[in-house]
């Protein structure tokens, strides 16, 4: 017995300090993470942000650092680097440190290195383009598959729904772009016919970005510059900005504003090389190139807008791709610039470039991680975390979540209605064209960020089957998901974004598509997307979906009989003024020479001011108490009664008077309800209800008919005159 008892002693001696090992690195975290969230509340960071990160930071310390707890304690950690950096100067080397020293610690933890995707790096050089006018442009077809054939599969959770709510009231424009008086609550400030597209009768889809007077517009094959806040435009040939030594260029085109650098950019994708240019087969080595200029250097440049521009080249094989480039979007945070593509079969690759490097002339440093499936899109507005976002089920939509101080993309889940995936034929009057055919389909379209909210839309079907069974809708429309974005810690331990709203744009007769997003300086989300029914072609329209009430309108009257729809639209925030948007459409035309033709639409537009409130219908300018009776000697006994008169000087018959009868002691004041008679005078009498002789005060308040808020704070409806009795 005693042996069995000393060979426990031993093996508990053995063992105590690989244990004291194995969980030392734990007890180094936990105690990072706690002196971190007592620097961090007197870091001079803002007070309520700081005490969320700090609640976060010790959530994390209190519990077991592995698995997806270890990850979440890495978001607290990477939202104290975020805020550091906004921190008072005089306090931020030490909070940076204890930043860094958490983050050190927690990486040592064997659960930090499986906590999300890889990323790798890549080296992008900048290139001088050069312009070969003799060599073949590329097709004049879009080379991208139509999306109508992306199938998202069936959720177990799928609840169909019949139509929600309301059918949405979109005003159309009549006889051209419409144009918006002062106090209607949207106003179309331009509404610009920026031309023909040019070469190539296909979707174009069409981009733009705006600071101060200077406008960048693309669209494919094509651009335009504006020097005069859109109004007039000169067209600048993509070929010599971005070159067509590698190949021709082919369309798919992206253009942002970056404002802490005060640059534009425009990302242009490339058809495969000569001699099989449209990556089929063996040949699917194409690219995208990025370029990028100042709003002084387009003015500067304006009689050859194609110079001053530094072009970057982001190759297949810069990013180890076996097949081609396809379907971009790009987004600007406070420090990256986020960009995604599909890797066309495979999946999608999603990029982050520093601003700051943009600006320097050199080569760029490029983080990069591969994404399953295809069809991603960027939430446009990001701070300092980016949300690549695509479909997963009919229920549910996929994030990758890349905060610029973690290590690691992780994935998130989001919610929403069920979406109608089916039945997307919308035909134009004459019914020979299936205009929707590449606009309509169930992939997420547009998203952005306001605040803590992530929204997010996607045109919808008629139906959730292809046979139609279940609840239909009657046309194509559009719908949106409303998230609220919790704190990094929530959100990596949750994995999920709660469904706060989901919205609904539809009509009974006429369809809705295409829908893009985009969020201003004061947090409201606007919305640019395609309508058209049995008697009207597909028409632009614009609108806002916050703060006031949503209001929806179309910049464009109806067309001819033919539309051409591409496959996305253009909406970015005006740079030169915070509460407006600008927006990149295609209308079709009727061309004199040639029939038929694709155009341009620049519009701005945003809220309109706060109307003036309606002019009273009475205007009294003073009320007053002229006499008392009752009582020939100090004012008051019990059984007294002392008779008001008063006049409330130009208001009509019947306006509400409020008398207050107050007693000397100054407590224990009497109130009485009165009304004008036709010609604004006013009676009032009161008792009082004990002894207390001295000087009464008699006020006499005016609240407002049921014209106005009856307050008698209101400054505008309330005069007070006293009198001593």
Partial sequence: MWLLAVTAIWIAALSGPAQARKSGPEVTARAAMTRLANTIRHSGVERGEARGIARDLRRGAKGSLRGRRACAALGAVAEAHGAGLEAKRKRRRSLLGDVRGAERALLRLPATHRCGLRVHHARVKRV????????????????????????????????????????????????????????????????????????????????????????????????????????????????????????????????????????????????????????????????????????????????????????????????????????????????????????????????????SELTSGRSLDVDWFQGTNIFYRLAQSPTDTAFFLKNATDSRDEAYVWNDFLPFVFEASLPHATRPGSFYQSLTPAGIQNWNDRAGSPVVKGATLRGDQLWVSWAAGRWFSERGSGPTWPQPHIQYAVYDTPSLFDLIFGASLHDRHDGFIWSSTATYTNPVLATNAEGDVAITFVGGDSHSMPTPYVGVLTNREQVLRAVLSQGPAIAVVGDYAGLQPDSGDPTRWVAANVFTTVDPRSGLGDNWLYTRFGRAPTPPPTPPKRAPTEIAVTSTTGTAYACCFVTDQVNVFGKLTGAAGGEPVRLEYKPPSGSGTITEAVTTDATGNFTGHFTPAENQAGPWTIVAHYAGSGIYAPSDSDPYFQYVSSIPI
């Fill in 128 to 355: 001088r383009p050069s312009f070969n006018p003799n060599l073949p442009a590329g097709a004049a077809l879009h080379e991208q598959g139509g999306e109508e054939d992306y199938v998202v599969p069936r959720d177990k959770h799928s609840k169909p729904l019949p139509p929600q709510g309301t059918p949405t009231d979109v005003a159309e424009g009549v006889g051209g772009a419409t144009a918006s008086v002062v106090t209607d609550p949207l106003q179309v400030l331009t509404s610009t016919d920026v031309g023909p597209l040019g070469r190539g009768f296909y979707p174009q889809e069409p981009q733009v970005a705006k600071k101060g007077e200077v406008v960048l517009y693309s669209g494919n094959t094509n651009g335009a510059v504006s020097l005069d806040g859109g109004a007039h435009f000169t067209r600048i040939d993509p070929n010599r900005v971005f070159g067509n030594d590698p190949g021709p260029i082919c369309c798919d085109t992206v253009v942002r504003y970056a404002p802490t650098i005060d640059r534009f950019l425009w990302l242009m994708q490339y058809w495969c090389p000569p001699p099989k240019t449209g990556c089929d087969g063996e040949n699917q080595n194409n690219r995208y190139r990025l370029a990028v200029i100042s709003p002084r250097g387009l003015r500067e440049n304006a009689a050859d807008p194609t110079r001053g521009w530094q072009v970057y080249d982001l190759t297949t094989q810069r990013y180890g791709s076996g097949t081609w480039f396809d379907y971009p979007d790009m987004a600007v945070g406070d420090r990256y610039l986020y960009l995604t593509w599909d890797l066309v079969g495979v999946g999608t690759a999603n990029s982050r470039i520093p601003l």
